[in-house]
Every structure is written in structure tokens, then in C-alpha cells.
């Protein structure tokens, strides 16, 4: 059976924003659908989310699919590092992922300090890359948080199908979004080919 799993973000929560709506529709259309709340949101720790996302998500195959919103894009990035040879997931879709971060980002000093680790610890691309069949990432044009030249970097490394948005800020539940079908459309390319 197909299973996806959705990684909410840094102070997020898996009732937030587009995540119900998300889940109701794959569920729809007969997609199992793993939403965990991750551990501590509000304190995020790269030594924490991804081993906790390899438990949830158990043995991988290509009939995994992941989607993940800011850092937990970051999240499913340093999951997929972490995968032996030959593991491998159908795809991932990213929304508003991250490997660098606008000082807006920062509304304390404490946040400049959870975010320095996932910032600082290099990414193997290519050990990424050879984990999942496909990517696609989305990125909004006003995103105070995530500087757009970002999709450029998804691009080269990943080879991810890229997909600018107008005007979505971060895609956050606080910013009253509640629907966004540029996921589902292309979380469905994925898991259909």
C-alpha cells in the first residue's frame, strides 16, 4: 500500500494550516497517511526529528512518499542522508524547504541557535538524491523566511521539478491557508509515475 507521511515544521503541529485537507484527500483516494506531531516543535533538534522520522516511517520503499513543510523539509532531507544503500522512496514534495534562512526567521537569539545546526551541518546531495525517485519543490515569492534563491540549489542538487508561487508568504496555518492543491497535483504526479 501507498503510505505518506507529512513533516510539520518548526512550531507546527499536524492539525496546522494544510495538513488536515492534505490528509483527508489522500485518504480519499485510499492513500494511507501518517501526520506524527513531532517531538518538542518548538525547539526543533537535528539530533532528535530525523531519527524520530526514520522510526515513524519504519522500512522504506518505493511506495513512501513524504512531504514536508520548512524545517520539516530540512528533516526529510537529513532522513533520506541517513538511509542505507539501496533504500529507496517513491519521492518527496517540499514546501518552503530550506538550507538557508532569512534573518527575518529569527525572532530571537535562542531561534538563531536552534537553527544553526541544520544551517552548519553540510548535506551529502548526492547519498540524498540517490534515496527517493523524484522531488518536487514549492516555494512562494514572498516567503519572509526562506529566501527564494533556495529553488535554485532543490534544482541543481536534487533535480527537483521546481514551482514558484505568488504571494503565499510560508504557507503557514497562521497565515489562514488552508488548502493548497499545488501539493496534492504534485504529490499525485509522483506517486503516480
Known sequence: MKRVFIIHGWDGYPEEGIFPWLKSELE?????????????????????????????????????FLVGHSMGAQTILRYLESLEEGQKIGGVVFLAGFVHLSDEAYESEDDSGIAKPWLETPLDWKKIKSHANKFAAIFSDNDPFVPLSDSKIFKKELGAEIFVVHGWEHFSGSEGIKKLPIVLEQLEKIIQK
Open 28 to 64: 480519499a483516494r485510499g492513500i494511507e497517511v501518517h501526520n506524527p506531531a513531532m517531538p518538542d516543535p518548538l525547539n526543533p533538534r537535528i539530533d532528535v526529528w530525523p531519527p524520530f522520522l526514520k522510526k515513524q516511517i519504519g522500512k522504506p520503499n518505493e511506495k513512501t
